[in-house]
């Protein structure tokens, strides 16, 4: 399950960033600077999956690496948090309905709120070990989720309500139904 939150919170920007490619044509500015800011936030996600594996290479003792991956930790918070303030930018601006993107942009600065508030969670398990290995982690999991679908909400966000086409929330929801069942299957077929 935790690689599946990783995976989905790794891909949020990225999805964000195909769906503001596809519905451009919407509103050109607001869509040009909301795929600027998921780039961000995907260099982010990035960075993130590289540091967590990187920071074990060469270290002498676990106190070392939990510092180096709490450090790779950072990098990728700050490149999300300003990703997350541009796309917020970007669905503010421009003309069109208001009521589907304010919910949207709502729920995403919501759901990074408190995915950025994780980051601000320090567990007191002691010097180090396993303990505080499972409570750094976890709390990561649920920062990268939460970010993932700030992103993600903030996207959509940023096309929904420029014209009276469908809305692109529609698309991402079945999206989302297609590629959970085909997750959904393939588990099946492993058992």
Same mark, same amino acid.
């Given at each position: 399950?935790?690689?599946?939150?990783?995976? =989905?919170?790794?891909?949020?920007?990225?999805?964000?960033?195909?769906?503001?490619?596809?519905?451009?044509?919407?509103?050109?500015?607001?869509? *040009?600077?909301?795929?600027?800011?998921?780039?961000?936030?995907?260099?982010?996600?990035?960075?993130?999956?590289?540091?967590?594996?990187?920071? *074990?290479?060469?270290?002498?003792?676990? &106190?070392?690496?939990?510092?180096?991956?709490?450090?790779?930790?950072? =990098?990728?918070?700050?490149? #999300?948090?300003?990703?997350?303030?541009?796309?917020?930018?970007?669905?503010?601006?421009?003309?069109?309905?208001? #009521?589907?993107?304010?919910?949207?942009?709502?729920?995403?600065?919501?759901?990074?709120?408190?995915?950025?508030?994780?980051?601000?969670?320090?567990?007191?398990?002691?010097?180090?070990?396993?303990?505080?290995? #499972?409570?750094? &982690?976890?709390?990561?999991?649920?920062?990268?989720?939460?970010?993932?679908?700030?992103?993600?909400?903030?996207?959509?966000?940023?096309?929904?309500?420029?014209?009276?086409?469908?809305?692109?929330?529609?698309?991402? =929801?079945? *999206?989302?139904?297609?590629?959970?069942?085909?997750?959904?299957?393939?588990?099946?077929?492993?058992?």
């Amino acid at each position: 399950m935790s690689k599946l939150i990783e995976l =989905v919170g790794m891909l949020a920007p990225f999805a964000a960033l195909v769906l503001l490619f596809l519905h451009r044509r919407r509103a050109a500015g607001p869509a *040009w600077l909301g795929m600027i800011g998921a780039a961000l936030a995907g260099c982010g996600s990035v960075a993130e999956l590289i540091g967590s594996r990187v920071s *074990w290479i060469g270290v002498s003792d676990m &106190t070392e690496g939990l510092e180096r991956l709490e450090g790779a930790s950072l =990098v990728r918070f700050a490149l #999300v948090v300003a990703g997350i303030l541009l796309l917020l930018v970007a669905a503010l601006i421009g003309g069109g309905r208001t #009521v589907p993107r304010i919910p949207l942009a709502i729920g995403g600065v919501v759901a990074a709120a408190v995915g950025g508030a994780m980051r601000f969670v320090h567990l007191d398990l002691g010097d180090g070990g396993f303990a505080r290995f #499972v409570a750094i &982690t976890a709390v990561d999991l649920a920062q990268f989720g939460l970010l993932g679908f700030g992103v993600l909400l903030l996207g959509i966000a940023v096309i929904s309500g420029r014209d009276d086409g469908p809305e692109p929330l529609d698309d991402a =929801v079945r *999206w989302a139904g297609a590629i959970a069942r085909r997750v959904q299957s393939a588990h099946e077929l492993r058992r």
